[in-house]
């Protein structure tokens, strides 16, 4: 019984080391080792053996099966890894870099004339300052001497965010809340530009949008006149255009300045382009954010970055800016 058993395991073993795939060694794992298998009945015969016939028999027994199974855990890893092998190879992808078809991206229109504008200030010897989306009407409007009854603080004009009690809360329709802000929070001088994004009821059109961004420049200082306001106006222009662009600055109104101008630059066909609104710091701006007026003055000046932008690159239609074409974008 012992010589067939020997033989048994034997050509298991070899044929173990030949199976290809896990089907089949689950068939011979029951063929050499199952319920059926010579092993099997051959330990049901053990207990019609002679004690020491049967200690030395079952020892053997034990031994063969043992090799077996030793056989069948080798084929099952083998196999095992084969398949997982196999299977990687048939998910693998090709993550190889071509260098010559990478086609790299780019800043923004708007971004790239935001960071030049800041870099063109901050070489004037400005900081920059920011300041949150969404505001309460103290600094989005009455700080800066808005009344009631302007028609900026209605709902055609402004968006209003319900948050209930106690205080009227807006996304912010210009970056002036910035400065109050910033005076509030710093003893004069102060020399700070806050660009960021803005929010109005405006419909879309080829010259506005309802989100746009906007930069607001802010110099509180003793012995600050017009006259520095426009010397800054014009050599911002200078450095961000180029020395062939004029400025002007034409007579105009805003609540948080007086007087207030509108200026404008020139285009290459004589004509003028509106850019933005300016002027002297109001004094009740001044006196609310608890700056004394007859000590500290100072000049505020705003404009679009998304306009200037549209002005830089000579484009139709503001509405490019964020209609987010691929084929547009790449021009730039």
Same mark, same amino acid.
Not at 19 to 42: I, M, N, R, Y
Not at 43 to 64: S, V, W, Y
Not at 208 to 230: C, R, S, Y
């Given at each position: 019984m012992?010589?067939?058993? *020997? ?24 063929e ?25 028999a ?5 031994e ?8 069948i ?12 092998a ?17 086609k790299r ?7 790239q ?19 949150? *989306?969404?505001? %309460? ?11 009631e009854w ?7 004009d ?10 009227q809360?807006?996304?912010? %329709?210009? #970056? ?23 929010? +109005? ?14 930069? *607001?420049?802010?110099v ?14 014009d050599?911002? @222009? ?9 400025t002007?600055? +034409?007579?105009?109104y805003?609540?948080? #300045?007086?007087? %207030? ?7 290459p066909?004589?004509s ?12 009740? @701006? ?20 998304d ?12 509405? *490019?800016?964020?209609?987010?074409? @691929?084929?547009?974008l790449?021009?730039?």
């Amino acid at each position: 019984m012992i010589e067939e058993l *020997e033989q048994t395991a034997a050509d298991a073993s070899a044929r173990l080391a030949e199976v290809t795939d896990l089907d089949s060694l689950a068939t011979l794992d029951a063929e050499f080792l199952g319920k059926k298998s010579a092993l099997t009945l051959a330990k049901k015969q053990l207990g019609g053996l002679e004690p020491d016939d049967r200690k030395a028999a079952g020892k053997a027994l034990n031994e063969i099966r043992g090799r077996i199974e030793a056989d069948i855990a080798e084929a099952r890893q083998r196999l095992t890894a084969d398949a997982r092998a196999e299977q990687l190879e048939a998910e693998r992808l090709d993550l190889t870099e071509k260098r010559d078809e990478i086609k790299r991206g780019s800043l923004h229109l708007v971004t790239q004339s935001r960071d030049r504008l800041e870099d063109v200030f901050v070489g004037m010897g400005f900081t920059i300052a920011e300041g949150p *989306e969404v505001e %309460s009407a103290w600094y989005n409007f009455e700080a800066l001497n808005i009344p009631e009854w302007h028609p900026a603080r209605g709902s055609f004009d402004t968006i209003f965010v319900n948050l209930g009690e106690p205080e009227q809360v807006m996304l912010r %329709s210009h #970056t002036s809340p910035v400065q109050i802000r910033t005076m509030e929070n710093t003893e004069p001088p102060i020399y700070i530009v806050a660009p960021g994004r803005t929010f +109005r009821t405006d419909t879309a059109d080829a010259t506005h949008l309802p989100a746009f961004n906007q930069i *607001e420049g802010l110099v509180i200082d003793k012995g600050i006149t017009m006259g520095d306001l426009a010397g800054t106006i014009d050599e911002f @222009v200078r450095k961000f255009f180029g020395g062939e662009v004029k400025t002007r600055l +034409r007579p105009s109104y805003f609540p948080f #300045t007086e007087p %207030s101008a509108e200026f404008d630059i020139s285009r290459p066909d004589g004509s003028w382009l509106e850019l933005g609104g300016c002027g002297m710091v109001h004094p009740n @701006v001044l006196r609310n954010c608890g700056i004394d007026p007859d000590v500290w003055q100072g000049f505020a000046f705003g404009f679009g970055i998304d306009r200037l932008a549209v002005m830089r690159y000579q484009l139709d239609d503001i509405r *490019e800016l964020v209609n987010n074409d @691929v084929r547009f974008l790449r021009q730039f």
